[in-house]
């Protein structure tokens, strides 16, 4: 069947059989854009090691063993479990014998809503939640026919069960991989039909990960771990002013270090490889640097804060107008204002940034690396090293935490390894230090809002405006032609222009200054400020309306049910109805981000000297179809202590230029003894399914800051918290 017959076929795609070698079944469902390139290398994979490209695959072999390869990125997440589950819900599979793969890089694998193989955005499970589950469907069904040919007799008089399929009325049956060689050669159908949500056996519930024993035990490998023979190592030297370069440098005492090989001038700095990672280090320490006096970025916070306050006082572009804000202004009983701040963030994975390449100056590369983007990374260091995309083999391997940071748009990791590898033509690891990466890495941008809202003489919310002024994280950017439109960066505004709350006059409006601090998506991206400032302020128009939080919510909430669901979830979880014990206070907080809805409550006190103490946190999430509640649960625990992190402690402050913090020591995160008691209740939900790796963490801190507000009557308008308390 040629790609065009089947694009006509079925916009969705179909499925590719092939036989393996030494017997078994592997199937692919392809959709359409993918098709050409597969097609042309099936064969001759199947034949060598049974690897194909399409977006999914279900490979079953003799022994009855169903391994799915997964074309994202396992960094924590749980989409090695998550993306299986699906396959094997349809098939009809044994959950025992269900296995995962690292995809290989190949467009085949691109994500079906980004169009990259990207993992990132909260879309992996919404992209893939129809795309694998017919992936199973047709085998299933390939299968049966493959069996009903067997015993001649009728499929519909076949039924499936735990990697199986069962004649009853002959008492007969046969294992998948029993039946896979038979299977290659019939042909599945274009658009097999899906289970009923209510008829899940898989999905939905808490199965173990599949990834979990061999991080248990140790044999999982880590991009950190990659070791090849004759690999060196690489540290970069580079200028501490962003936009800034060395006017010269003296390597003499570098030369000298035991283990060092070479000193290399890259685009990024100056790359000192050696041996081993000590030496290299040693090696870049003692390097004499001289910065050029003229470039480079030179901002202190202080006065990028002042710069942004002084932004507040002008129009800025319109993310968002409705009714006549003006107007209500004029006719207002009452004007509330605020304004808040957001230092910058860095991501602070567990796991340091690095890149193992294989070059050796001939045709081909091949590329070790924990990336959220392995497209992207295949495309940068095919351009550096003068290669051809398909002569560049870039393996994904497990990510110790990503956040976004390894879904860079400046790919800065692979272009510094890369260009270190063009240098040596040797195997060569470059390790990105984590000071490296604190101190000139990719930041959550700082930000600034000032909120207005106006009440009639009953209370009643009559106008309510959001001025933004934070730097644009698409712009220039590949990203800029999907995220920019009007001058507005829809990652500046999201949260803020989505505003679900029912009120008549409405306008968000967006300020975007430009400095040569890079900035990126981090967890929960714009939604990580905007969503703060809604929320808390939310908080003090309820106070001066005399109202209680909750009931102002929910009134404002007619007609958004799920918004309404988790809200009464968490409030019922937290029983909101009663007081806490004395001296603790709460706050609740409701958002949506990436289809999915969140509602916090936050339990804190505030004691003598300013002590802040956060006792328990309550969270109701709605992801529509929940595919694994206990990873749900997970990304939930995890997004708290993420944000609580950054909301206590987290920030990234510039003093002329340079950055302050360099580790976890001045950038600290939520350790075990800290974290407070965390309850999470999953609403049940047969939506298409959300995101749910970062709605999370949006709601966390406005929570907090609601129930420091309700503990002292002041309300919290920038962080981090440390400023302003003394942190039990």
């Not at 989409?79 to 819900?89: C, D, F, G, Q, W």
């Not at 685009?267 to 000192?272: M, Q, R, S």
């Not at 090293?385 to 398909?390: Q, S």
């Not at 109202?547 to 919510?553: A, G, S, Y």
Request: proline share 6%; aromatic share 8%; hydrophobic share 45%.
């Amino acid at each position: 069947m040629s790609a065009a017959a089947t694009t006509a076929t079925t916009r969705r795609g179909f499925l590719q059989l092939s036989a393996l070698a030494g017997g078994g079944l592997l199937a692919g469902y392809v959709m359409p854009a993918a098709i050409p390139g597969m097609m042309r290398s099936a064969s001759a994979q199947a034949a060598a090691t049974g690897a194909l490209q399409p977006n999914a695959f279900v490979r079953i072999t003799p022994d009855n063993i169903v391994t799915v390869i997964v074309g994202h990125t396992e960094m924590g997440q749980g989409v090695a479990t998550a993306i299986p589950m699906l396959v094997a819900e349809e098939l009809d599979a044994d959950w025992s014998r269900v296995r995962w793969e690292q995809s290989p890089t190949d467009p085949a694998y691109a994500n079906p809503l980004l169009h990259q193989q990207l993992t990132g955005g909260s879309v992996t499970t919404p992209a893939q939640y129809e795309p694998q589950r017919r992936a199973g469907a047709a085998v299933r069904a390939v299968l049966m026919q493959a069996a009903a040919r067997r015993w001649q007799v009728e499929p519909a008089s076949l039924r499936t069960e735990n990697s199986r399929v069962i004649h009853a009325a002959s008492q007969r049956s046969a294992s998948y991989g029993e039946l896979a060689s038979e299977a290659v050669g019939i042909a599945p159908p274009a658009a097999p039909a899906l289970k009923d949500p209510k008829d899940f056996k898989i999905i939905g519930k808490p199965v173990r990960r599949l990834d979990a024993w061999p991080k248990v035990d140790g044999s999982a490998k880590f991009g950190m771990d990659v070791q090849i023979p004759g690999m060196l190592t690489a540290l970069i030297a580079r200028p501490p002013l962003f936009g800034g370069k060395f006017a010269r440098y003296d390597a003499t005492a570098t030369r000298a270090v035991a283990g060092v090989v070479g000193v290399y001038e890259v685009p990024e700095g100056i790359a000192v490889v050696a041996k081993d990672f000590w030496s290299a280090k040693r090696g870049r320490d003692a390097l004499m640097l001289f910065q050029d006096p003229v470039a480079g970025e030179r901002v202190s916070s202080s006065d990028q804060r002042a710069i942004y306050r002084n932004l507040m006082g002008q129009d800025g572009t319109p993310a968002r107008i409705d009714g006549d804000v003006a107007q209500a202004q004029k006719t207002a009983a009452k004007t509330l204002s605020a304004d808040y701040h957001f230092p910058y963030l860095t991501h602070a994975t567990m796991e340091p940034l690095h890149a193992v390449i294989d070059y050796r100056g001939a045709d081909r590369a091949e590329v070790w690396m924990g990336t959220q983007w392995p497209e992207g990374e295949q495309n940068v260091t095919a351009a550096i090293l003068g290669l051809k995309k398909e002569q560049v083999k870039v393996h994904t391997m497990l990510t110790g935490g990503g956040f976004g940071r390894r879904s860079s748009l400046g790919f800065d990791v692979i272009t510094a390894a890369a260009h270190v590898a063009k240098a040596l033509k040797q195997p060569v690891k470059l390790i990105w230090t984590r000071d490296q990466d604190i101190q000139g890495g990719y930041y959550r941008p700082a930000a600034y809002c000032r909120m207005n809202a106006t009440l009639d003489a009953k209370g009643r919310i009559t106008s309510w405006t959001d001025r933004i002024a934070v730097q644009s994280i698409a712009t220039s950017t590949v990203m800029e032609g999907f995220i920019v439109k009007n001058g507005v960066d829809h990652l500046s505004v999201e949260g803020a222009d989505s505003l679900p709350y029912a009120i008549p006059n409405v306008k968000v409006d967006l300020h975007t200054p430009r400095y040569q601090v890079p900035v990126l998506w981090m967890r929960s991206v714009g939604h990580s400020f905007n969503a703060f400032a809604v929320e808390c302020f939310l908080d003090e128009v309820a106070a001066a309306a005399k109202r209680d939080p909750l009931q102002l919510r929910r009134e404002l909430l007619k007609g958004k049910p799920r918004h309404l669901a988790v809200l009464d979830a968490v409030a019922k979880l937290a029983n909101w109805s009663r007081p806490p014990k004395a001296g603790v206070h709460r706050g609740i907080v409701v958002h949506e981000s990436y289809n999915s809805y969140v509602a916090n409550v936050v339990e804190a006190s505030v004691g003598a000297g300013k002590t802040l103490a956060v006792h328990r946190v309550c969270c109701a999430i709605d992801c529509g179809v929940a595919i694994n509640t206990d990873l749900v649960i997970a990304q939930m625990e995890s997004s708290i202590v993420f944000a609580l992190s950054a909301a206590l402690w987290g920030e990234i402050t510039l003093d002329k230029g340079e950055v302050e913090q360099s580790n976890f020591d001045d950038y600290p995160v939520m350790r075990m003894y800290q974290t407070p008691k965390i309850e999470v209740v999953v609403v049940p939900s047969f939506e298409k399914p959300g995101g749910v790796g970062e709605p999370g963490v949006a709601v966390v801190a406005p929570a907090l800051a609601n129930a420091i507000f309700a503990a002292t009557g002041e309300p919290v308008r920038s962080l981090p918290l440390k400023h302003s308390f003394r942190i039990a």
